[in-house]
């Protein structure tokens, strides 16, 4: 026989795999317990991984370039001498951008297409599906949200414009920004060589260039020297990588921070449910392990035993429920992450991950059971063999009785109760919370209250109309809106939303007030919380910021404000400096009305007027694809979870009918049939599930809930509440699940022979 500590570890592992063999039968219940907790790390794992790396995935696929700067038309030469001679500079691409070019195919329509003629050798994209371009001026490569959302594919044709058909040759993906339809346009991609040979006219002009760093951590120093260099280059804009990836998280904003976040708690709920499902199998086995300990064997050798057959029981439950949680979550993970342009996880990589995660269960699991065992192989075996077992007869007869007696059955170990009634509570309040992030979707999508709006329709008018469309019945008040997109002058290539209202914004937008006071002059500006943090504003700084003119634009911060659009990142400010700096600048009409408003005579009368009125929506825009995708991800946490609830239950149940199985087995013989046992065990699951839900109730109130709020008090003011029909939907999964743990309980209770439990047998 081998000595050492290999030799103690094999008689370990093979004392354990003949204990394991010798309790086949009811080694079910440890399993399940592992595995619901591995599918819900399975599920939150692979979900959150994969939305917080998507954007790194998909631009180091697409080479994204570290700047990217649009202008005016220019001469391709005249701005290749300035641009070679920047620092830090490794290579550089350049674009002829044309927009609002008519779009067709397959029976669809699009006014607000964008052509990119490009004809380098980066692209800053990457081909998903079929090829690249070449020099013929008849193919084009389109991005993958428009191939979504119009079924095409390469070999399809689409119409570009006034240059007409063209044969999709390939399907790019470039997160730069957000896929079509989240944005409004749709990106074609067409040979610069190709058109011109096409054409037979001379070279396009440039006005977009894409410059890749030597050092991405330098890029400032490359940033700097091109806004310096750039001379007489007309409506100059810059973004970098850093600017592209808020711009493109804008689309998913809010609700992926706190699914990432989310996978936190899950985590941690299912590391209870691991620890607690150790330590009621130890329990379970009190009286084997007062056996062992009575025939000489040290506490050492327990723990070591009961480890390893934990460890055992785990790994093949947490291998499955980990792969069966990632498969599952894979699908609406990639929904998710479609509409961002972002690209799901390689398989390899989650297999990886998913590793990690198994190796962190099968260890969680051991050492759980190895301290639960410590704790019991210390107490002396006479107490270990009692088990404590209820005194005294039980009481007989009727419904209640039996009620009763099932609930102090599963109480009598007062430390073990409360931590299942702790383990039910925390899923239940997870569930809880699901529901209330559920209702927040919906509030992004439809309510435009979320993002403090208090006007519900715009009109293209002039600003001097705003008088006529006030006297429509039921228009309250009607204010031009102007809104426009810059960047930091401060943090190059931060982007920011400048919203202007003349007079007193909060009349049509108020989003809640974090610090300060709302602007009252020209000078002023109220700046997002999440504009303040990316800059490092406060009140009393000053905000300076590049509009597409000339010149920069600096206000005084007198406010921060919890707003949601952009994430945060947008300024309130007054139109008088915007009109000056921008003598083109338009906006709509903001109209608000008043309350029970005929919406269809208002649109009557501002049809009448020459406007078309669109509706106010809510934070995502035309954000329904993802919000339905991330809903999808809500949904199947929340069964997962819902899983974690029901395996509680019936691991409680069972320990208790296997540790009381001397007082059932008495019942069944004075007579007690299946319905008796499930009002026994009906009982014994009410007086877990009743404190769980009271307790859930306050966990998500009161924890979780403000927890996630002040995760997302940066943007938005935004409180999650549980309404009284998500707590009766709780209540009634709740309900369901003591019915049927109570009836899977029993009926295995049925099956055992009387005499056995009249004897307590101990395998």
């Known amino acids: 026989m081998t000595s050492g500590p290999l030799g103690v570890l094999r008689a370990i592992l093979v004392d354990a795999i003949r204990g394991l ?23 939150v794992t692979t979900a959150a991984y994969a939305l ?143 058109l011109i040979r096409r054409l037979g006219a001379g070279d396009f002009p440039v006005n977009l260039v894409l410059l890749w760093a030597r050092d991405d951590a330098r890029t400032d120093v490359l940033l700097s020297q091109a806004r310096g260099s750039a001379g007489a280059v007309r409506g100059l804009r810059f973004t970098t990588r850093t600017g592209l990836r808020t711009l493109v998280e804008q689309g998913s904003g809010l609700v992926v921070s706190l699914l990432v976040a989310f996978a936190f708690v899950a985590a941690s709920l299912a590391g209870l449910l691991l620890g607690a499902g150790a330590r009621f199998e130890v329990q379970r086995r009190l009286p084997a392990t007062a056996v062992r300990r009575a025939v000489g064997a040290s506490p050492g050798a327990v723990v070591a035993l009961h480890g390893a057959e934990a460890a055992l029981v785990a790994a093949p439950a947490a291998a499955a429920g980990l792969a069966l949680g990632g498969a599952l979550a894979a699908g609406p993970t990639r929904r998710a992450l479609e509409p961002l342009n972002e690209l799901a996880p390689e398989t390899s990589a989650l297999a990886i991950l998913l590793a990690g995660m198994w190796v962190l269960v099968v260890a969680l699991a051991a050492l759980a059971a190895a301290a639960a065992a410590w704790r019991a192989a210390h107490r002396p075996p006479a107490q270990l063999l009692r088990g404590g077992d209820l005194r005294g007869a039980p009481p ?113 937008e108020a989003p809640a007030l974090a610090d300060g006071r709302r602007l009252r002059s020209d000078g002023e500006a109220e700046v997002g919380a999440g504009l303040a943090e990316a800059v490092g504003l406060r009140v009393g700084s000053t905000l300076a910021v590049q509009p597409p003119a000339a010149r920069e634009l600096r206000f005084r911060v007198v406010g921060i404000v919890r707003a949601l659009q952009d994430e945060g990142r947008v300024a309130y400010v007054r139109p008088r400096r915007l009109a000056a700096a921008l003598p083109s600048l338009r906006g709509p009409l903001a109209l608000r009305l008043e309350p029970g408003a005929d919406r269809e005579r208002v649109r009557r009368g501002l049809a009448a007027l020459g406007a078309e009125p669109r509706a106010v929506g809510g934070a995502t825009g035309e954000s329904r694809g993802l919000l339905e995708a991330l809903a999808a991800l809500l949904r199947l946490v929340a069964l997962t979870v819902s899983l974690v609830c029901a395996s509680s239950l019936a691991q409680a149940l069972a320990l208790a009918a296997a540790e009381r199985r001397g007082a059932v087995a008495a019942l069944r013989a004075l007579g007690a049939d299946a319905r008796a046992l499930r009002r026994l065990l009906g009982g014994a699951a009410a007086a877990v599930v009743l404190p769980a839900a009271a307790l859930a109730l306050v966990l998500e109130g009161f924890v979780l809930s403000p927890v996630t709020e002040r995760l997302v008090a940066g943007y938005a003011d935004l409180p999650l509440q549980t309404s009284l029909g998500q707590v009766g939907l709780l209540i009634g999964v709740l309900a369901l699940s003591i019915g049927a743990a109570s009836a899977w309980t029993a009926r295995a209770l049925a099956r055992e022979p009387v005499v056995a439990g009249l004897r307590e047998a101990e395998a």
């Open 21 to 43: 063999r010798a309790r086949r039968g009811r080694i079910g219940l440890p399993v399940r317990t592992v595995f619901a907790a591995s599918l819900v790390l399975g599920v």
């Open 396 to 508: 007989r007869g009727a419904s209640g009785g039996l009620a009763l007696l099932g609930a102090r059955l599963v109480a009598a170990h007062r430390v073990r109760y409360l931590s299942l009634v702790t383990v039910l509570a925390a899923a239940a309040a997870v569930v809880l919370l699901l529901l209330a992030l559920a209702s927040l979707l919906g509030s992004l999508r439809d309510d435009p209250g979320t993002l403090g709006k208090r006007y519900q329709l715009t009109a293209r008018l002039p600003a001097d109309r705003a008088p006529e469309v006030e006297a429509i019945a039921g228009v309250r008040e009607a204010a031009p809106r102007y809104e426009l997109a810059a960047v930091s002058a401060t943090a190059l290539g931060s982007p920011l939303r400048l919203i202007a209202y003349p007079g007193d914004h909060t009349r049509f």
């Open 52 to 194: 917080a790396t998507g954007f790194d995935r998909a631009a180091e696929r697409a080479d994204l370039p570290s700047v990217i700067a649009r202008f005016a038309d220019e001469d391709r030469s005249t701005i290749d001498a300035r641009v070679r001679r920047l620092p830090n500079l490794e290579a550089r691409a350049y674009r002829t951008e044309f927009r609002r070019v008519p779009l067709a195919a397959r029976g669809r329509h699009l006014r607000e297409g964008v052509v990119q003629v490009a004809d380098d050798a980066r692209r800053g994209y990457a081909v998903v599906a079929g090829r690249d371009l070449r020099t013929r001026g008849d193919e084009a490569v389109i991005e993958a949200g428009l191939a979504r959302e119009w079924r095409l594919r390469p070999g399809d044709r689409i119409t570009v414009g006034p240059l007409g058909p063209a044969r999709i040759v390939g399907v790019a993906l470039s997160p730069d920004n957000v896929a079509y339809p989240l944005a409004r346009t749709a990106r074609v991609y067409l040979s610069r060589r190709g």
